[in-house]
């Protein structure tokens, strides 16, 4: 079965603190998995994708495919980081559909 | 460039009325097209799918309905709704050819 686990519902972190926030997934294949993020009355967005391999708004994310995680992860986390955050996993067939894990609200503390 | 418009906003309903949200894309064709329900604590939950005009998917039985009668029209229906129907309802699209999905300013409808 697919599916994506955030095991935290709220993490909370002062300013300039490190950040982990984790994703776990469940999948037969080689997966494609991303980060989506909702800022405080904006949109959901993308955040970051596992494939593009790179570092936005300071944040990365690495696939490890030994434990099935790819957790988000930033050094020195900002007030303007506190948003919604949902991990999300590319599903098998071509209608390109999304499974989103239950979402970290993340909260950052001056 | 590409948007998508949710509407309404925001909508109150009594339990046994119909419903009616509609979503629709600008700048694009053929999109791939989604209804999510974003349920407080549950996370984004996919109701349905469309990958063309009159092609739908149901991800989850349910008191809902969906239907897309033009390309870029995407329709979310109930004949009678419930209390459980309430919650944040969000569409997305995306090129079909990536994955990235693009997602509308959401309706927040409430059932009392």
């Known amino acids: 079965a697919q599916r994506v686990t955030q095991p935290e519902k709220l993490l909370s972190v002062f300013k300039g603190a490190p950040v982990e926030l984790k994703c776990n997934y469940s999948?037969?294949?080689?997966?494609?998995l991303f980060w989506y993020v909702q800022y405080s009355r904006q949109r959901l967005q993308l955040l970051l994708r596992?494939?593009s391999r790179e570092s936005i708004k300071g944040f990365t994310a690495d696939l490890n495919k030994g434990e099935t995680s790819f957790h988000l992860k930033k050094p020195f986390a900002q007030e303007e980081d506190s948003a919604m955050y949902y991990c999300?996993?590319?599903?098998?067939?071509?209608?390109?559909?999304?499974?989103f894990g239950s979402g970290t609200r993340l909260l950052v503390r001056p | 460039s590409q948007t998508i418009h949710q509407w309404p906003a925001t909508l109150v309903q009594p339990v046994g009325s119909p419903l009616s949200l509609e979503c629709t894309v600008e700048?694009?064709?053929?999109?791939?097209l989604y209804w999510y329900r974003q349920a407080a604590g549950r996370g984004l939950q996919l109701l349905f799918y469309?990958?063309?005009?009159?092609?739908i998917s149901s991800e989850v039985p349910q008191n809902l309905s969906a239907s897309r009668p033009q390309d870029r029209q995407f329709i979310l229906s109930s004949k009678k709704l419930l209390l459980s129907d309430s919650g944040f309802y969000l569409c997305?699209?995306?090129?079909?050819?990536?994955?990235?999905?693009?997602f509308g300013p959401g309706t927040r409808l409430t059932v009392l």
């Open positions: 997305a699209w995306s090129p079909g050819l990536t994955n990235e999905q693009f």
């Open positions: 999948y037969s294949g080689s997966p494609e």
């Open positions: 596992h494939i």
């Open positions: 999300a996993l590319l599903g098998m067939d071509s209608s390109y559909k999304l499974i």
């Open positions: 700048g694009t064709s053929n999109p791939n």
């Open positions: 469309s990958v063309g005009i009159g092609q």
